[in-house]
């Protein structure tokens, strides 16, 4: 079994910064891309970054330059830094990753269960 484990969300101020975490844990063999998606009250769940285990990195466009994805491949997490943020950064946050697990070498997508962020004075 796989678990994705998310923290480091909450209420900040707008212009302020956060910086989650996404925990793998688990029969993990080997993990590839991993991925942070967000979701707004109302709106369909968004890309807002990814990285591969190469270290490459996509983002949202409307994203760029504020938001930064890293990974600790050693303690299997994934962050992503978020500065400047602004209300309609507001949402709940996902981690997502491929993880080839290693009780059945099978390759899945696996999903956090969400962090809040509020962007709000």
């Known amino acids: 079994q796989v678990q994705l484990v998310e923290s480091g969300g909450g209420l900040v101020q707008p212009g302020g910064s956060l910086r989650l975490s996404c925990a793998a844990s688990g029969t993990i063999y080997r993990i590839y891309t991993m991925g942070w998606y967000r979701q707004a009250p109302g709106k369909q769940r968004e890309l807002v970054a990814t990285?591969?285990?190469?270290?490459?990195?996509n983002y949202a466009d409307s994203l760029k330059g504020r938001f930064t994805s890293s990974r600790d491949d050693a303690k299997n997490m994934a962050y992503l830094q978020m500065n400047s943020l602004k209300p309609e950064d507001t949402a709940v946050y996902y981690c997502?990753?491929?993880?080839?697990?290693?009780?059945?070498?099978?390759?899945?997508?696996?999903w956090g269960q969400g962090t809040q962020v509020t962007v709000s004075s």
């Open positions: 990285i591969t285990s190469g270290g490459d990195t």
């Open positions: 997502n990753a491929r993880i080839t697990t290693s009780h059945d070498i099978m390759t899945r997508d696996y």
